[in-house]
């Protein structure tokens, strides 16, 4: 999120983390602006910095000198990465895709929550969820990739994560959020977590 009234908007649609890219990208955020905007998040709902291909040390740092609750890392990150920011007191979610046989498994590269995600983050590509129906993959996992108001409800039925997470679906442009279908996409997943 980049925006004030996008932030209030799904805090108030009663969304559980609230995300701010640091990477390179068209939504991404100035940390100084990250610390402006987590003033909207009340307690209770988590402030994630997100990243991909930014060397962890530099990641640490930026963490470091933050209010960011929770670290999202996309891409090739090892276990030796977040073991790094292990000693911060941050939670970390993985953030990977997801082929068919694989035994996905939250917590084996030492995170707290898994993202199970299109092969291009922030695409808002949608990716064969099929097998994840055919698997359990237990505990904080997230179904990510391609997620909007419109396929929410059957992708939640479909494949059971505990949690779900969006970006594209929610703009009506690319970096461009949209407050309607924030309001929609968290009200349809909402009513599916009953
Ligand atoms: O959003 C980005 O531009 C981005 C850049 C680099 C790493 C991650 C990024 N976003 C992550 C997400 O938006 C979501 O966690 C996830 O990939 C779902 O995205 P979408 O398919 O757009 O809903």
Redesign the pocket.
Known sequence: MKQAEDVECAVEAGANAV?F?L?E???QVRVADVDLLVDLVPPGVLVVG?F?GMPIAQVRAIVAGSRIQAV?L?GGYAQADFAELKDLPVQLIR?TSFDDGEQAQVGSHGEDYL?L??KH?????TWDWSPLARTTVAGQWML????TPENVAEAIAATRPWGV?????VESTRGVKDTGRIREFLAAARFCAG
């Open positions: 995300g890219v990477t990208s068209p939504r997100v991909q999202q996309h953030a993202i995600d299109s983050a922030g695409s808002g590509q990510a990739g391609g997620l997470d969006v970006s594209s679906g």
